[in-house]
């Protein structure tokens, strides 16, 4: 199943949900700034959904692992993205930032996208992945750092022994 293009009309009339998968190496935009790729797949599940208002909604489930460049260690490892995302689907452009009341907490506010008979769910779905990067991608704990740690011979004989100090405080 290779699916490009949805139509959010008929998917959140209907309630249908339509998945897929593509290798990670399609995702060009997104691989603009990441470091070579393991050859993972991303796979996503779309469903369209309709409340009593009429208003539409999509489900959005995106799954990837994309490979970041540690900022710290600067060695690749791979970022889990296992992200869902609720997406109002409006009509016009004016509607994309319509609505929007001054007070409203940011975060309640729901994203909105522009339907489309010809939607690309690749595109969509990128965005999702893009969203989901951390802004300076680092590794928990590096893997080489304990080895740098280890390799530094000779901290020891920088610091005086406990007996010299003892020494100095007795002729004190
Ligand atoms: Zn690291």
């Known amino acids: 199943m290779d699916i490009q293009y949805v139509d959010t009309y008929e998917l959140t009339r209907v309630g249908q949900e339509v998945r897929g998968q593509a290798p990670i190496d399609r995702f060009e935009r997104l691989l603009e700034d990441l470091p070579e790729q393991a050859g993972t797949m991303v796979s996503w ?73 010809r939607l690309d769910v690749l595109a969509l779905v990128e965005d999702e992945i893009i969203l989901c990067l951390p802004y300076v991608p680092k590794h928990d704990v590096c893997p080489s750092l304990p080895e740098l ?4 011979p000779g901290s020891d004989s920088v610091r005086p022994s406990p007996f010299a100090v003892l020494d100095q405080l007795k002729k004190d």
Do not use: Y
């Not at 001054?102 to 975060?107: V, Y």
């Not at 740690?149 to 530094?152: A, D, H, N, T, V």
């Open 149 to 152: 740690l280890e390799e530094e």
């Open 45 to 117: 599940a779309i469903k369209g959904e309709m409340d009593s208002f009429g208003q539409r909604f999509l489900q959005v489930h995106v799954r990837a692992a994309p490979m970041l460049e540690c900022q710290r260690c600067m060695k690749p490892f791979e970022w889990a993205v296992d992200s869902r995302n609720r997406l109002q689907v409006v009509k016009s452009e004016a509607d994309l930032d319509a609505g929007d009341a001054a007070d409203t907490d940011p975060d309640d506010v729901i994203e909105r996208i522009l339907g489309s008979q």
